[in-house]
Nanobody, 124 residues
Framework: QVQLVESGGGLVQAGGSLRLSCAASGRTFSSYSMGWFRRTPGKEREFVSAISSRGGSTYYADSVKGRFTISRDNAKKMVYLQMNSLKADDTAVYYC?????????????????WGQGTQVTVSS
């Protein structure tokens, strides 16, 4: 069992930065691939970024590539999403997720556990 708690969201002006954090509980955190997704009202939850269990591989949606950076600290059971050059289109609730299986990282169904989400609002 893994519990995930996101933090770090808030209101920021376009062009600014935020760093989201995801704190995980559970003994086997280092065996999970981790992902970040986001959802805006009226839209499906969409993939943002993912990182393999040991951090050796990272993945990004085209819309955030070059602006966002995912990282993890297995000793602290933390996952981070550094978001730079934020745009109004990045406004969403951001969710952290954990996957115990291998598979296409952008697929929502791959993930076993989800956090409650943290709101990011980018003003233009």
């Amino acid at each position: 069992q893994v519990q995930l708690v996101e933090s770090g969201g808030g209101l920021v002006q376009a062009g600014g930065s935020l760093r989201l954090s995801c704190a995980a509980s559970g003994r086997t955190f280092s065996s999970y691939s981790m992902g970040w997704f986001r959802r805006t009202p009226g839209k499906e939850r969409e993939f943002v970024s993912a990182i393999s269990s040991r951090g050796g591989s990272t993945y990004y949606a085209d819309s955030v590539k070059g602006r966002f950076t995912i990282s993890r600290d297995n000793a602290k059971k933390m996952v981070y999403l550094q978001m730079n050059s934020l745009k109004a289109d990045d406004t969403a609730v951001y969710y952290c997720a954990a996957a115990s299986k291998n598979g296409p990282v952008a697929t929502i169904l791959l993930y076993d556990y989800w956090g409650q989400g943290t709101q990011v609002t980018v003003s233009s």
